[in-house]
């Protein structure tokens, strides 16, 4: 009897046992570094920004856990940030916005993106190419002085005109300016879906404004966001 106790035991620990890192089965990658997909990454030390991850499941069964970016803040505390993940099985990319205050002095800045399942198991993912990797990582993105004014231009197809020419970077000798501008454009649709995204954006213009190119999220943090003093002209 104790000889079959120690048996059932002994299986119970090895059923029980689970590995500490799942095996590939969900497909993942970065699309972008914060607002700017097309063109190259601004970010401003000290505010919110956002990795945006794609992430699909070539499993035949759903998927659901987190995206975890771990970090050091300035006092050199580990600080998560976690996004929740639910992919149907087999489905198609579904966007996940990973937020972060990015520390341009540490290697912080480059924001690993990691996937967790339920149970809190790290899930290697499979990119583009066909590579395992147990984190994506994003480039580290230029950085804005404190100083600098960031203008978003939601008009589309094109920047307004007397918009665009305030921008200082398209201008010789922009270092000599006191105060230096840039000008960015971006198609609606491409906002973020939460308010934090929009923190290094100082004011944003948009001519001829269509709501309706935005979901109800990216409207809420358009709106969350003025409530925290950004400036919105349209």
């Known amino acids: 009897m104790r000889f079959w106790g120690f048996c059932i035991c002994l299986a119970a620990a090895i059923v029980g046992a689970r ?25 401003r030390e000290g505010n919110w920004c956002f990795v945006e ?17 771990e970090q050091l803040d ?22 996940y916005e990973c937020y972060f205050v990015p520390n341009l002095s540490s290697d912080s800045a480059e924001a690993p993106v990691r996937l967790f399942d339920a149970g809190g198991r790290l899930v290697r993912m499979l990119t583009d190419t066909g590579e395992e990797v147990s984190e994506l990582t994003s480039p580290v993105p230029s950085a804005l002085s404190s100083e600098e004014l960031l203008i978003l231009d939601l008009t589309t197809p094109g920047k307004l005109p007397h918009v665009a020419v305030l921008d200082s970077r398209k201008k010789r000798n922009a270092g000599d300016y006191a105060n230096l ?17 929009l923190e290094p954006v100082d004011a ?19 709106i969350d966001w003025v409530r925290h003093g950004g400036r919105l002209l349209i």
């Not at 213009?205 to 358009?222: C, Y």
């Open 19 to 43: 590995p500490a890192t799942l095996q590939a089965q969900v497909q993942g990658r970065i699309r972008r570094v914060g607002l700017f997909g097309g063109n190259a990454p601004l970010v």
């Open 53 to 69: 991850v794609e992430l699909r499941t070539q499993s035949s069964v759903p998927f659901a856990g987190e995206l975890r970016v």
């Open 74 to 95: 300035r006092d050199g505390d580990v600080v998560t940030s976690v996004t929740e993940v639910a992919l149907a099985p087999e489905g198609p990319w579904r966007p």
């Open 181 to 197: 501008r840039t000008v960015r454009g971006l198609a609606p649709r491409e906002l973020p879906s939460r308010w934090e995204g």
């Open 204 to 222: 944003i213009v948009w001519d001829n404004a269509d709501p309706s190119a935005l979901n109800h999220q990216q409207i809420n943090a358009l």
